[in-house]
T-cell receptor
Framework: QKEVEQDPGPLSVPEGAIVSLNCTYS??????FMWYRQYSRKGPELLMY????GNKEDGRFTAQVDKSSKYISLFIRDSQPSDSATYLC???????????FGSGTRLQVQP | EADIYQTPRYLVIGTGKKITLECSQT?????MYWYQQDPGMELHLIHY???????EKGDLSSESTVSRIRTEHFPLTLESARPSHTSQYLC???????????FGPGTRLTVL
């Protein structure tokens, strides 16, 4: 069983929709949680980084962490065609040198 | 501008060839990483380095090798490429105590 599960999609939404992307994990040792965005043929770029339960907001993006349920989410408000990309969750803790990545969810925002 | 660079971006090569994928960063980071990414799959760490002359294998076994002679440079070498090496290779760096990885644009390798 994978430590981090992420629905691969593709997820297709109309422009302006609210998008919810999710990852579940099994290892309670994970301490910090990230969301990366990866455009086609590019490297991932960090969108959000949090290390506590609760919400963190940055513009149209909100990251939510529920450690008790081992569940993290990324919400995108007022989605734009430029948000079309693959979104990867990444989790880590002090005892492990490598981040554990989800397999990514491909999002398509239709104009 | 601080950034991380990878060359070539795309490489198509025949079986048995020796290849080197270049990675350079101007971020001033000591830690550098190589990840392998297949379509629809997770990124897997194949090599990492904490600094000059420090290299270790990652969680995913790889036939590639790396070197770290200069802080800013972390090349990856395949002595004899095989079709099973076809993949995207991503180089990354991070601050000494930071978890965030800064990624390069990747090299898409195809071995025929």
């Amino acid at each position: 069983q994978k430590e981090v599960e992420q629905d691969p999609g593709p997820l297709s939404v109309p422009e302006g929709a609210i998008v919810s992307l999710n990852c579940t994990y099994s290892n309670s040792a994970f301490q910090y949680f990230m969301w990366y965005r990866q455009y086609s043929r590019k490297g991932p770029e960090l969108l959000m980084y949090t290390y506590s339960s609760g919400n963190k907001e940055d513009g149209r993006f909100t990251a939510q962490v529920d450690k008790s349920s081992k569940y993290i989410s990324l919400f995108i408000r007022d989605s734009q065609p430029s948000d079309s990309a693959t979104y990867l969750c990444a989790l880590g803790h002090e005892g492990r040198r490598a981040l554990t990545f989800g397999s990514g969810t491909r999002l398509q925002v239709q104009p | 501008e601080a950034d991380i660079y990878q060359t070539p971006r795309y490489l198509v090569i025949g079986t048995g060839k020796k290849i080197t994928l270049e990675c350079s960063q101007t971020m001033g980071h000591d830690k550098m990483y190589w990840y392998q990414q297949d379509p629809g799959m997770e990124l897997h760490l194949i090599h990492y380095s904490y600094g000059v002359n420090s290299t270790e294998k990652g969680d995913l076994s790889s036939e590639s090798t790396v070197s770290r002679i200069r802080t800013e440079h972390f090349p990856l070498t395949l002595e004899s490429a095989r079709p099973s090496h076809t993949s995207q290779y991503l180089c990354a760096s991070s601050e000494p105590f930071g978890a965030q990885r800064f990624f390069g644009p990747g090299t898409r390798l195809t071995v025929l």
